[in-house]
């Protein structure tokens, strides 16, 4: 009886065995198809953790049991344009130049029928046009960016219930509508249409959406990115990440973006303890701008731990952006705590080394061009206020008056920190008096603190609910020209007007 039963056993597993052999095999006889399966789903989590080599051994064991598989074509993409857009090695970008056609070669074979067929190519012009807006082939960028959102645009109107298309989808918008008024005739021609709101709308709608998993570590960057850029809402960006305790540990992608965000809004010390406490095992790629980061969040506290974070920066990056700003940072710092000399060295360094691309980098080659150093005094609550140690800083500012300070550059700018400390510590009556006459003294001239003065008064009124004062502030920063970091302020003032309509 017992042989009875092992033969019956063994029958029946042998059947089961020929049947899924049987699918399988018909499955690549029916050609290309998208199963984003377990496997894949931990290299897509590999990727955005930037152990780029794990992700890639995954990827490589799935082709090799399921080389039609074109989810695992379409998520190499993410090799391509993680270490390109992070470690920015031009040699690197010469030997990738080609991925593009190769992959979308692949993918040109899949089902049209199936609505990830358009979602992975708009992905692969998607991560090609931010890789060539990183190496400054904004031509090549535009050109790819119409790519991806006609092919978004019509797989949303094919299959309207597919979920993942509102990631792309609502990216693409937003960027569309922070495009200046002055570029909206192109806009239009090619027939965008997009907002800050419905972008954002898309996003947080898929975000919240508990019936899938798939990629959302991308989708949580781009949320924090909308609320803390296109919104001026950083605070929303920090209260989602600590409500939903997203791990910033283990995930490089999520804690650079927290710690970038915190940079930019005041908050040093979030951003030094998302750094320090990030794994940084043997696995995870190389990525410089860390160091960066780290540089800026101790030059925040006067800590003179940012020169070995710049000087990391600048012996692992591979490019030519932020060369010049972090030599310019190095130069001030030794310029604050009373060594001119060094100062004078790393100001030599800034003026010779890198490209002025960025807006940063335009403002370093300015400094190093300038035989003066600015006030060390004004200097040293910049630094302070740009970490957010608003109580150390009023205390330096405490001590001074207008008239302490000989040129009008300088009085412009002690009387904007003024501004930003008040705001900072809640007297906003004193604030709005501050940032009023910051914007009397400085519209006309190149420095950025008027402008920023008109955002800050705008994002005021906004709080306030006085929403003309806010749109008038607001266009009266956008239409401040020939300023440092114009660029940049006229985005968000842009931004925030959309937020008002």
């Not at 890639?56 to 993410?78: D, F, G, R």
């Not at 006309?444 to 955002?455: K, N, W």
Request: proline share 2%; glycine share 4%; charged share 20%.
């Amino acid at each position: 009886m017992k042989g009875v039963y092992f033969c019956a056993m063994l029958r029946k597993s042998l059947i089961q065995t020929f049947i899924l052999v049987f699918l399988s095999t018909l499955k690549s006889l029916a050609g290309y198809y998208y199963d984003f399966n377990s496997r894949c789903q931990k290299a897509y989590q590999a990727y955005t953790a930037f152990r780029i080599t794990d992700a890639n051994q995954l990827l490589e064991a799935e082709l090799k049991e399921h080389p039609n598989n074109l989810i695992a074509v379409y998520l190499y993409s993410y090799d391509d344009a993680f270490t390109l857009l992070f470690r920015g090695d031009p040699a690197e970008l010469k030997r990738r130049r080609n991925n593009l056609s190769i992959r979308m070669n692949i993918l040109d074979k899949g089902d049209k029928s199936s609505p990830w067929y358009a979602y992975t190519k708009a992905t692969l012009y998607f991560h090609w046009a931010a890789i060539n807006i990183r190496f400054n082939d904004m031509t090549a960028a535009a050109n790819l960016f119409r790519k991806s959102y006609n092919n978004l645009k019509e797989n949303q109107g094919r299959f309207p219930n597919f979920k993942q298309n509102n990631i792309l989808l609502g990216v693409a918008e937003g960027m569309i509508g922070t495009i200046p008024n002055n570029y909206r005739w192109m806009v239009n021609l090619l027939g965008f249409k997009g907002s800050v709101k419905s972008g954002n709308t898309r996003i947080a709608n898929y975000l919240n959406d508990n019936s899938t998993d798939l990629l959302k570590e991308e989708t949580i960057v781009y949320y924090c990115y909308f609320k803390s850029i296109l919104f001026s809402e950083p605070g929303m960006a920090f209260e989602y990440l600590d409500a939903n305790k997203i791990d910033v540990r283990n995930n490089q992608l999520l804690a650079f973006t927290k710690a970038n965000i915190a940079l930019n809004n005041n908050r040093s010390k979030v951003a030094m303890n998302v750094l320090n406490n990030m794994n940084k095992g043997s696995s995870y790629m190389e990525v410089p701008a860390f160091q960066f980061e780290l540089g800026q969040a101790a030059l925040f506290s006067l800590d003179d731990d940012c020169i070995i974070y710049f000087s990391r920066f600048l012996n692992t990056t591979k490019n030519n952006y932020f060369i010049k700003e972090a030599y310019q940072k190095m130069s001030q710092y030794y310029w604050v705590t009373g060594n001119k000399a060094k100062a004078d060295e790393y100001k030599r360094y800034c003026l010779q080394y890198g490209t002025a691309i960025t807006d940063g980098d335009k403002q370093a080659l300015r400094y190093a061009k300038n035989p003066d150093y600015p006030n060390a005094t004004l200097l040293k609550i910049h630094f302070l206020c740009d970490g957010g140690n608003y109580l150390s800083a009023s205390q330096v500012i405490k001590n001074y008056d207008k008239a302490d300070f000989s040129n009008i550059a300088d009085q412009l700018e002690f009387t904007y920190r003024n501004a930003q400390i008040y705001h900072a510590l809640g007297q906003q009556q004193l604030a709005i008096a501050y940032f009023q006459e910051t914007i009397q003294m400085g519209s006309e001239r190149s420095e950025h603190y008027a402008a920023r003065a008109a955002l800050e008064l705008g994002n005021i009124y906004e709080d306030m609910g006085q929403s003309a004062l806010a749109i008038k502030r607001y266009n009266e920063c956008i239409d401040m020209k020939n300023h440092d970091y114009e660029n940049s302020l006229e985005q968000k003032a842009k931004a925030a007007l959309n937020r008002l309509k």
